[in-house]
């Protein structure tokens, strides 16, 4: 696996730019109930004219919704509009998130996920995953007033409380890791904000994307990163297991974006360069 930049300390200069992305003007749509089987998902996505993508549309630089004009924008925003132009339709967004992921997918409520989906034993037990095309280490973020963590090693400590989002990859890994610090798993990406903010959570974790977004949008978080690589994740695209045919045209698309440049560019354009898998 090859990143475009190898430094991470690059990665996270860039992640204290406030550089405002350009949104796309996209909305998502109402989700539409899916009649058609694994086996003809292609022949169902041409009759139709659109592939429908779920997304989560609270993740920065990957498929954020902005409150205000309810348009979308992030990598995986742009990369689905140019998976259907390559494929001459259109694109449905839907709404998904990592909680319900697994039961959109299965039940048919769209034909791919597309929103930097951590590659993991647990999901790749119930998902078919593409090749990855971002790879993120763990980070973790406190408040800037908080005198406990001042390191990564300060983390997993006793009487220290760590937050994660219940269904986000790092549920399961700092369940596993953490030996001493308590583990609290809130519903939702902004529970988990809450809780530290008020002092319930000293830290929360998180990846290189959602840590831009609080260094870009707050005034009250600070990064804490690991001194050496941690866990790193690699993202893919997921899809309901059992369709090879969508599995192959997913994976030739990918492979056509990597090589003709389309991938960085897009990257580039959300500042996630500094994790973009190329090959």
Same mark, same amino acid.
């Given at each position: 696996?090859?990143?475009?930049? =190898?430094?991470?300390?690059?990665?996270?200069?860039?992640? =204290?730019?406030?550089?405002?992305?350009?949104?796309?003007?996209?909305?998502?749509?109402?989700?539409?109930? =899916?009649?058609?089987?694994?086996? %003809?998902?292609?022949?169902?996505?041409?009759?139709?004219?659109? *592939?429908? #993508?779920?997304?989560?549309?609270?993740?920065?630089?990957?498929?954020?919704?902005?409150?205000?004009?309810?348009?979308?924008?992030?990598?995986?925003?742009?990369?689905?509009?140019?998976?259907? /132009?390559?494929?001459? #339709?259109? #694109?449905?967004? #839907?709404?998904?998130?990592?909680?319900?992921?697994?039961?959109?997918?299965?039940?048919?409520?769209?034909?791919?996920?597309?929103?930097?989906?951590?590659?993991?034993?647990?999901?790749?037990?119930?998902?078919?995953?593409?090749?990855?095309?971002?790879?993120?280490?763990?980070?973790?973020?406190?408040?800037?007033?908080?005198? /406990?963590?001042?390191?990564?090693?300060?983390?997993?400590?006793?009487?220290?409380?760590?937050?994660?989002?219940?269904?986000?990859? $790092?549920?399961?890994?700092?369940?596993?890791?953490? +030996? $001493?610090?308590?583990?609290?798993?809130?519903?939702?990406?902004?529970?988990?904000?809450?809780?530290?903010?008020?002092?319930?959570?000293? *830290?929360?974790?998180?990846?290189?994307?959602?840590?831009?977004?609080?260094?870009?949008?707050?005034?009250?978080?600070?990064?804490?990163?690991?001194?050496?690589?941690?866990?790193?994740?690699?993202?893919?695209?997921?899809? +309901?297991?059992?369709?090879?045919?969508?599995?192959?045209?997913?994976?030739?698309?990918?492979?056509?974006? +990597?090589? %003709?440049?389309?991938?960085?560019?897009?990257?580039? /354009?959300? +500042?996630?360069?500094?994790?973009?898998?190329?090959?």
């Amino acid at each position: 696996m090859k990143l475009s930049l =190898s430094s991470w300390g690059l990665g996270l200069a860039l992640a =204290s730019l406030g550089v405002a992305t350009s949104p796309c003007p996209v909305a998502a749509e109402p989700v539409a109930t =899916s009649v058609a089987t694994h086996s %003809d998902r292609l022949a169902r996505i041409q009759a139709a004219g659109q *592939v429908r #993508v779920c997304i989560w549309p609270d993740y920065y630089s990957i498929s954020l919704r902005d409150p205000r004009t309810q348009m979308l924008s992030g990598i995986d925003i742009d990369l689905a509009q140019a998976l259907g /132009k390559d494929w001459g #339709v259109g #694109v449905q967004f #839907v709404e998904s998130s990592f909680a319900r992921l697994s039961a959109d997918l299965l039940q048919e409520r769209c034909d791919v996920a597309m929103f930097a989906i951590g590659i993991t034993p647990e999901r790749q037990q119930v998902l078919r995953f593409t090749q990855p095309y971002l790879a993120s280490d763990v980070m973790a973020i406190t408040t800037r007033s908080n005198r /406990k963590i001042r390191s990564w090693g300060d983390i997993d400590q006793p009487g220290i409380v760590v937050a994660v989002a219940k269904g986000t990859l $790092h549920e399961p890994l700092m369940r596993a890791r953490l +030996k $001493h610090a308590q583990l609290i798993a809130p519903e939702t990406p902004h529970a988990r904000e809450q809780e530290v903010q008020s002092g319930r959570a000293d *830290v929360f974790m998180t990846d290189f994307p959602y840590s831009r977004r609080m260094l870009e949008t707050t005034d009250w978080a600070r990064l804490v990163a690991p001194v050496s690589t941690y866990q790193i994740t690699s993202y893919a695209w997921a899809i +309901k297991p059992g369709d090879d045919a969508l599995h192959e045209r997913l994976e030739a698309f990918l492979q056509t974006i +990597k090589r %003709d440049g389309r991938l960085l560019a897009a990257a580039r /354009k959300h +500042k996630l360069d500094p994790i973009v898998v190329l090959d």
